[in-house]
């Protein structure tokens, strides 16, 4: 298996401007989580999804956010519209089940600079 | 409120020596522990949980860790390091919510590893 895969892997955009980022899961794992990372505030978990219907939303900063899962082999996280303090490592994670206590994999994250 | 604290935001070590880094979490019922490495520019990946029973867990790599429920601790070892063990490290508890479960991260361990 490929694992988690994230695109883009760097993005740079303006502020205002909108950012789709997009996160394919393991085969087979029925959960996934989206994570921000920053050096001020460290791993947030954003959203995360069972059976492709979000469960907890409560870690999304603003209305700006919004997540999708149309399917259970793809989802999307999108800014918009961008601001700086955005700036970010956002990290895709699944897992196989809907216990905590199964292994979290996480994809190599995506990098986004917004201007 | 559930919380994982890393009172350590960067240790050096000497390769060949002995390593700890340390984890406290505060959570009311008995805590799901877990223990992640990422390397630079790579995602998450699980180094060892604890859940239950004994409370010396071994891990990937060589790593263990030792859950103390009196200093509510859940400390990182390793007897020996090696110099491709210079990473992230980031202690997490799982938790149930009311809407589902998900972890809580600490802010991270950076360890650099000198000849």
């Known amino acids: 298996d490929a694992g988690v895969i994230q695109s883009p892997r760097h993005e740079v955009t303006e502020m205002g401007q909108e950012v789709t980022l997009r996160c394919k899961p393991i085969s087979g794992h029925n959960s996934l989580f989206w994570y921000r990372q920053t050096m001020m505030r460290g791993l947030e978990l954003l959203i995360y999804?069972?059976?492709?219907?979000?469960?907890?939303d409560s870690g999304m900063p603003e209305d700006r956010f919004s997540a999708k899962m149309p399917n259970a082999s793809f989802s999307t996280l999108k800014i918009q519209p961008s601001e700086p303090r955005d700036s970010a490592v956002y990290f895709c994670a699944s897992r196989s089940g809907q216990t905590y206590l199964n292994e979290q994999f996480f994809g190599p994250g995506t990098r986004l600079t917004v201007l | 409120a559930q919380s994982v604290t890393q009172p350590d935001i960067h240790i050096t070590v000497s390769e060949g020596a002995s390593l700890e880094l340390r984890c406290n979490y505060s959570?009311?019922?008995?805590?799901?522990l877990f223990w992640y490495v990422q390397s630079p520019g790579q995602g998450l990946q699980l180094l060892l949980k604890?859940?239950?029973?004994?409370?010396l867990v071994q891990g990937i790599k060589g790593f263990e860790a030792e859950f103390k429920r009196s200093q509510s601790s859940f400390n990182l070892r390793k007897p020996s390091v090696h110099w491709s063990d210079a990473a992230e490290y980031f202690c997490?508890?799982?938790?149930?919510?009311?809407?589902?479960?998900?972890?809580?991260f600490g802010t991270g361990t950076s360890l650099t590893v000198i000849p």
């Open positions: 997490a508890v799982g938790a149930p919510t009311g809407t589902g479960n998900q972890f809580y």
């Open positions: 604890y859940f239950s029973g004994d409370t």
């Open positions: 959570y009311g019922a008995t805590p799901y």
């Open positions: 999804f069972n059976n492709n219907v979000p469960i907890d």
